[in-house]
């Protein structure tokens, strides 16, 4: 069943997030499946211009956090308002971190008649055969966050190594030359765990501060309760903690206070129940932070930058995102006391959305 969503169908899903199977022989005007290559002027990650509504499918990698669950109300809300004009139908596909669902997935999307994919991959080489079929059938693909490594594809996405670099420099401006820091990682082996954790520590080391252990926190926030208890116990004179993800920082806090200790310098990110800690100690001692983020609407842009494909206009194979970055001038701007924790900010989704997701 090809998923065509209304409003209610968006208040009713919650953070719950829809597998939409899809059938074939399903077609639009204009659709793809060309039965050929599509690209124009030799831009292998563009394909032909397409009038009319389009049917647009996102494939998920993985359906496991709020911030994808919010990035796939993100997605919802602004094809149904936004680019309402340009839509006729939507198809969303959770893989379940397993890459063969994904691919299969993305193959019942090109049956379907998808004029456009967007793609948060569970894999950044194993879906380059399945994207490149998409392209020569004349379907445009786009991949954001988790992107797929393939010049058959225009990939949108901020930068995690500017991400790294920003919570890293803060961290280091605020110590000593000769301070000691442990780091917590996101997923190990994953291309933005790595590119984060590098360039917070080449930030770090460049200023004179000793990075003494490190240990994968998996951006969750009990994960990193138990690592930071750890590495606090085995590191008891650190003076900072370097956090690539909101809900480690907040997890880290709760360790710290739970001990009786004073609440060290940590990073963090756009992430509710950080920012909340953030607003919360700020005004009880003063503590600051500072909270880069990779906004869930980054499927809007992925969504706009397809679109805009598909009118023939190209932005290049590669489009860099400007990475938000919450710090003590605009947090109060940003932070939602009225929201639960799961909610990450910036956001383009309205209020009334927002309340009924994580009122």
């Known amino acids: 069943m090809i998923h065509q969503f209304s409003r209610r169908s968006l208040l009713q899903a919650g953070l719950a997030m829809g597998i939409a199977g899809v059938a074939a022989g399903c077609s639009t005007a204009g659709s793809g499946g060309s039965g050929g290559s599509a690209s124009v002027s030799g831009a292998t990650h563009m394909v032909a211009p397409v009038d009319g509504k389009l049917i647009v499918g996102l494939a998920n990698g993985w359906a496991g956090n709020s911030w994808r669950s919010q990035m796939v109300a993100e997605f919802k809300y602004a094809a149904e308002n936004k680019f309402a004009d340009d839509i006729s139908r939507t198809i969303i596909t959770d893989a379940n971190q397993s890459v063969d669902q994904q691919i299969s997935q993305i193959n019942d999307m090109i049956t379907a ?58 961290l280091a401006g605020v110590l000593s030359s000769g301070d000691e820091v442990f780091m917590l990682d996101g997923v190990s082996g994953t291309p933005i765990d790595s590119s984060r954790a590098g360039a917070a520590r080449k930030a770090l080391e460049a200023k004179g501060i000793t990075i003494v252990a490190n240990a994968a926190g998996d951006w969750d926030q009990a994960k990193a309760q138990a690592a930071t208890a750890n590495l606090l116990s085995a590191n008891p004179n650190v003076k900072g903690i370097y956090s690539q993800g909101g809900a480690m920082s907040l997890g880290a806090i709760e360790v710290l206070e739970q001990r009786g200790l004073d609440v060290l310098p940590i990073p963090g990110e756009g992430y509710n129940g950080f920012l909340k800690k953030w607003k919360e100690l700020r005004d009880a001692t003063g503590w600051d932070s500072i909270a880069p983020s990779q906004s869930p609407s980054l499927s809007v842009t992925a969504l706009e930058y397809g679109i805009k494909a598909l009118r023939g206009e190209d932005p290049g194979q590669s489009v860099a995102v400007k990475l938000d970055v919450i710090d003590k001038d605009n947090l109060d701007e940003n932070v939602r006391p009225d929201m639960s924790d799961a909610m990450f900010l910036p956001t383009s989704l309205p209020d009334d959305i927002l309340h009924d997701l994580f009122g």
Not at 115 to 137: C, F, H, K, M
Not at 138 to 161: H, K, P, R, W
């Open 113 to 170: 008649g998808a004029n456009l994919i967007l793609i948060d991959a569970a894999s950044a080489t194993a879906l380059s055969g399945v994207v490149q079929r998409a392209q020569e059938a004349g379907i445009q693909v786009v991949s954001f966050d988790n992107a797929v490594e393939s010049e058959y594809n225009i990939i949108i996405n901020t930068d995690a190594s500017e991400f790294g670099q920003i919570g890293g420099e803060w």
